[in-house]
């Protein structure tokens, strides 16, 4: 299974920010869940949703949730399925407040760290060729999912700072588009909020 990065804390603390108690949030390629509890940890009453495809990962994503059911916060909700799949949590589409995802992004064949190479699985690190083949279709995901003005927050490789929110603006349902550098400076993650004047 994947272990959560620190540069991750970025784009969750960015999420937590924007949103208000109660609100509705997606976390999209959840992992361990590590995005899903920060926000459920943090946010009052937020109702989250997790979605993870892998086996490996969803049983620890069951066991970081449940770790937190007693609470009297809403529990987190764990979706089996595909992040990029329309008809996952097809029933929020156009309810959800945020949107977050960290997914796979690093170009197949690039190098990476030998922690990295001998412990993630390939499924949570690599996203074809040009490293965006999850992000794409998250995109659209999440913006068939959001509400008029709910945001989005998508992690990526430092090499597309640039890749990522043109395709954000190339979508045509995105506004604010906006990019964020981690703590070594590097390009890291994309956030951009849902038009509220669009029907696409
Ligand atoms: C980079 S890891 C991030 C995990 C977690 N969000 C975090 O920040 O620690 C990407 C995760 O996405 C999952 N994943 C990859 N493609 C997916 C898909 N199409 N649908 C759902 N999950 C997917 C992988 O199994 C992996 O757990």
Partial sequence: MFVPRPETELLAGWGISVIRPGAVVVDLCSGSGAIALAVANE??????YAVERSPSALAW???NAGARAAAADPPI?????????PAVLAELDGTVDLVLCNPPYVPAGVAVPVDVA?????????AGPDGLSVIRPV???AAALLRPGGFFGVEHDDTHGVAVPDLLRADGRFIDIDDHRDLAGRPRYATASRMADCTA
């Fill in 43 to 48: 946010a009052p009453g937020a109702r989250v």
């Fill in 139 to 141: 995109l659209a995901r």
């Fill in 77 to 85: 909700e764990v979706v089996e399925g595909d992040a990029t799949d």
């Fill in 61 to 63: 994503l069951r066991r």
């Fill in 118 to 126: 001998d412990h993630d699985p390939a499924e949570a690190v690599f």
